[in-house]
């Protein structure tokens, strides 16, 4: 269901992210803060790319990956228009085997885990494809920490199928989730207060604890 959802609502998240909201803005700017040119950055669920083209002056390469073809559609022809030739978007998953060839240094999470199947599998996914000290930069809409009308509203969508399926994390679920697929977090912040978007930066261990 999620892949259709996303296929028929491209063009209309495309037109929202395209305002470069206060949030946006923000991802932006700190993520870049982290990255520099020596980075190979995989960012998952891309949607229509404008994050990663975004970061992408900013580092060696980003490859961007959707299961959204439409989304994938989009993204690739912002970044034929724009003239980038440092970033690649495919229409796959995380658990594509061609992603081991590559050596990623970061992975970008952007509103994408309370959206994932598993977390737990994604993030231990995730964590295969970077190296001791890689960087996992999320952003997240943490639904758990809203009130019990909203989760009530976002549960009655879902049966209308006019929402995807939505985990409804607290913060410290989130955070438990990453720091159990063998990350430290190094940076645990609220960014949106009204929509309890976290920013969450973490690092791989070297040894599973």
């Known amino acids: 269901m999620s892949t259709k959802f996303w296929d028929k609502r491209a063009q209309k998240y495309d037109d929202d992210i395209g305002k470069h909201g206060a949030v ?9 803060s982290l990255l520099s040119t020596s980075d190979v950055v995989l960012d998952l669920g891309c949607a229509s790319g404008e994050f990663s083209l975004d970061i992408v002056p ?6 961007g990956i959707d299961t959204s073809t439409n989304m994938i559609a989009m993204a690739t022809q912002k970044a034929s228009d724009r003239s980038v030739d440092n970033v ?3 229409p796959t998953d995380v658990f594509d085997r061609s992603l081991d060839a ?5 992975v970008l999470a952007f509103s994408f885990l ?16 970077l190296p001791t000290d890689g960087l996992l930069i999320s952003q997240t809409p943490c639904l758990g920490e ?18 995807p399926p939505i985990l409804s ?8 989730q990453i720091t159990d697929a063998n990350f430290d977090i190094a940076e645990s912040t609220e ?19």
């Not at 900013?58 to 490859?63: A, G, I, L, P, W």
């Not at 737990?120 to 494809?129: G, I, M, T």
């Not at 994390?169 to 989130?174: F, G, I, K, R």
Request: hydrophobic residues 45%; contains cysteine.
């Open 146 to 163: 809203r009130g019990i009308l909203f989760r009530m509203f976002v549960g009655f969508a879902q049966k209308i199928k006019v929402a």
């Open 58 to 63: 900013r580092v060696q390469s980003v490859r």
């Open 169 to 176: 994390l607290t913060v410290p679920q989130l955070e438990a």
């Open 191 to 209: 960014w949106d207060p009204k929509d309890a978007i976290h920013w969450i930066v973490a690092r791989k261990r070297q040894h599973a604890s």
């Open 102 to 106: 590559h050596c990623y240094t970061a």
């Open 88 to 90: 690649a978007f495919d």
């Open 24 to 32: 946006y803005t923000r991802t932006i700017e700190r993520t870049k």
């Open 114 to 129: 309370h959206l994932a199947e598993d977390i737990h599998s994604v993030l231990s996914r995730v964590n295969q494809l």
